[in-house]
């Protein structure tokens, strides 16, 4: 994991367009939740399709946020997150073609629940419903990009695992100063 930390932090310069200055702890002092062993074991077909429904995810959320979102800053989160995982997915599908893998995008089942909850949620409990679904959505992300990254096959995709690694702690971190009061 020191060897991936070393990358994303020489990777995160290159995304400093999605730094933003409300970001007040150090993706450092982020804690890594642990990868499960079904995470490491991911072949190149299933990280693609896993990747693929968390991006798939968060802009399916992103857009229901920006449409029952009262709050100010909820809305440019959800913006963020839209603007930077539509380009995710394009790299992804970009790299899932260099390694001829095919890319299904089929969200989980528990994606497709939390998503109808959030559809549900009365108006007043949005906002927290949907940075809690945030924080759980990137602990995964996370878990699932650092699993591939440090044990997924050579290629393209496991270079999207590094380069969007410190994408995703980023917004993890946002999530997280959203949240805490």
């Not at 994408?167 to 949240?179: D, E, I, N, P, Y």
């Given at each position: ?47 693609a399709q896993q ?107 496991k270079t999207y ?21």
């Open positions: 994991m020191i060897r991936l930390t070393t990358i994303a932090a020489a990777t995160a310069l290159s995304f400093s367009p999605t730094a933003h200055a409300q970001d007040t702890t150090p993706v450092q002092q982020l804690p890594t939740p642990e990868a499960s062993e079904q995470t490491k074991a991911l072949d190149p077909a299933g990280f990747a693929a429904a968390s991006n798939e995810f968060e802009i399916l959320s992103a857009e229901l946020a920006l449409r029952r979102s009262q709050d100010a800053e909820v809305r440019k989160f959800a913006e963020t997150m839209l603007d930077d995982h539509r380009r995710a997915q394009q790299q992804l599908q970009t790299a899932a073609e260099a390694d001829s893998v095919a890319m299904v995008t089929e969200l989980s089942m528990e994606q497709k629940q939390t998503l109808t909850a959030l559809e549900q949620a009365e108006e007043s409990q949005f906002d927290s419903a949907y940075m809690s679904a945030q924080m759980k959505a990137h602990d995964q992300a996370i878990r699932l990009l650092g699993a591939y990254a440090d044990n997924g096959a050579a290629g393209s995709l695992a590094v380069a969007n690694y410190p994408l995703v702690r980023t917004h993890k971190v946002r999530a997280q100063s959203q949240t805490s009061p």
